[in-house]
């Protein structure tokens, strides 16, 4: 039957829904074929299944053949300089999902390493450091918010570079979403994704260069700016694109000291209304990463999480000065 699992504890350990058995035997029948089980007590259970599959098909160019053109194309090209040796990790416990996004990363050239569970995870990154992981929310033993907060805990006490972490759920509950920047996690991918929501997100956070290790002054997420987001206002400005540029760099300088001061006091609401409009001035000019921060400062406001909220302004503070310094640097360079 649907949504019944056998022992109820199944579902805390391995997860599920108890809809597997009745999509597969759905599925098998509409294919013209059946599904059964043979079961003993205390050995386990043997699931088969029969369906009726035309043979011409893999000499028309469909059907399992074009499955195999599909998994086995080449590369597709990355634009917008992503780091190609950037490390990834996907943590994903459904065997499916696992295959297709694996698949996924594959086509866009990329080969991350996969955990299944928070055990697997701690493991992988003693010994590795990744620039990426892509942590689904619906995991065996620990939910992905719990398994995020760990991971900063980790790298608050290491000292390390903040490792990007996206969250990869099929909910499409904002306060998931907002619950993902309260606990640390960098950005939202939605269930099913597509290649191209990859490449956006790997665009989007994994810029060509990112060093392992930088300066405390000079924090590695304030350094990316996004150059086509950049070139795109130019064009659209075009004559009034270095007065609006310096008008807007004096503002973010202005904005960062209010910020810090709003942060200091305490007073949630001013920090609101400073980083609501703060986030969009850096994302306008390219600078998406640090627009991220100052949203998640601004979740932080409405929620009143004061510790957090100073632990997060120590951060975007060198973010956002070196965000001012790479655009006046980008600045320079075009009109020498």
Known sequence: DPFVQADATIANTHGGTGLGLAISKRLVRMM????????QVGQGSTFSFTVQVDLDMTHQGNGFESSRMLLNRPPLEIRGGVDPTARILVVEDNPVNQLVVLKMFKRLGLMPDLAKDASDVFRLIAGERYDMILLDLQLPGADGFELAMRIRE?????????????????????????????????????????????????????????????????????????????????????????????????????????????????????????????????????????????????????????????????????????VIKSLREHGHREMG
């Open 32 to 39: 013209g074929g059946k599904l059964w089980v043979e079961s």
């Open 154 to 322: 980790r790298e608050r006490e290491s000292g390390g570079v903040p490792t990007v972490l996206v969250a990869f759920t099929a909910s499409a509950f904002e306060s998931d979403r907002r619950r993902c920047l309260e606990v640390g996690m960098n950005d939202f991918l939605s269930k099913p994704a597509r290649v191209d929501d990859i490449k956006r997100i790997l665009i989007r956070w994994l810029r060509e260069p990112r060093p392992h290790s930088m300066p405390e002054s000079c924090s590695s997420l304030g350094m990316g700016l996004n150059l086509a987001t950049l070139d795109g206002l130019r064009q659209d400005l075009e004559d009034a694109f270095d007065s609006v540029m310096e008008i807007s760099l004096m503002s973010m300088g202005e904005r960062l000291v209010l910020l810090r001061e709003a942060v200091m006091e305490g007073s949630f609401d001013r920090v609101m209304r400073i980083a609501h409009p703060f986030k969009a001035t850096c994302r306008q000019f390219g600078a998406e990463r640090t627009g991220a921060l100052l949203e998640q400062l601004e979740v932080m406001g409405r929620a009143g999480n004061l510790r957090d909220m100073t632990e997060l302004m120590q951060r975007i503070d060198p973010e956002v000065q070196a």
